[in-house]
């Protein structure tokens, strides 16, 4: 094993039990998952360090996930770091959905629980 750290992803979720999933498949994709309930610990996170990708619920706990990405893009460009939101929700107007996650720069939108292989395209 190399002594290089491994790239990071971030994971915000209200949910325990989402944070632990991701973290078991984001391991096992050869990445460091860090999980956070609290969307203001993450910000804080991700400013201090950028991640390799950020991964939140469509809704957190006083926060949707397209008001955390557009404070996110203050900082990282869709390039940079992608936001990727996972959500629960079956059934979303795709239409209106798209055109609001468009306006907040989100990369993309997965239905929880991704595939590894999702994960992996995620990171350039």
């Given at each position: 094993?190399?002594?290089?750290?491994?790239?990071?992803?971030?994971?915000?979720?209200?949910?325990?039990?989402?944070?632990?999933?991701?973290?078991?498949?984001?391991?096992?994709?050869?990445?460091?998952?860090?999980?956070?309930?609290?969307?203001?610990?993450?910000?804080?996170?991700?400013?201090?360090?950028?991640?390799?990708?950020?991964?939140?619920?469509?809704?957190?706990?006083?926060?949707?996930?397209?008001?955390?990405?557009?404070?996110?893009?203050?900082?990282?460009?869709?390039?940079?770091?992608?936001?990727?939101?996972?959500?629960?929700?079956?059934?979303?107007?795709?239409?209106?959905?798209?055109?609001?996650?468009?306006?907040?720069?989100?990369?993309a939108i997965y239905?929880?629980?991704?595939?590894?292989?999702?994960?992996?395209?995620?990171?350039?």
């Amino acid at each position: 094993k190399s002594d290089q750290p491994r790239k990071q992803i971030v994971v915000i979720s209200s949910s325990n039990a989402v944070l632990n999933t991701y973290s078991k498949l984001i391991s096992s994709c050869g990445f460091e998952s860090l999980g956070f309930q609290n969307p203001q610990e993450a910000f804080e996170a991700f400013v201090f360090q950028r991640p390799e990708a950020i991964i939140c619920d469509l809704f957190l706990n006083d926060i949707t996930g397209m008001d955390l990405s557009r404070e996110a893009r203050e900082i990282y460009t869709k390039e940079d770091v992608p936001i990727i939101i996972s959500t629960l929700q079956k059934n979303l107007d795709k239409e209106c959905l798209q055109q609001e996650l468009d306006n907040a720069k989100i990369n993309a939108i997965y239905e929880f629980p991704p595939k590894s292989n999702q994960i992996k395209s995620w990171i350039k």
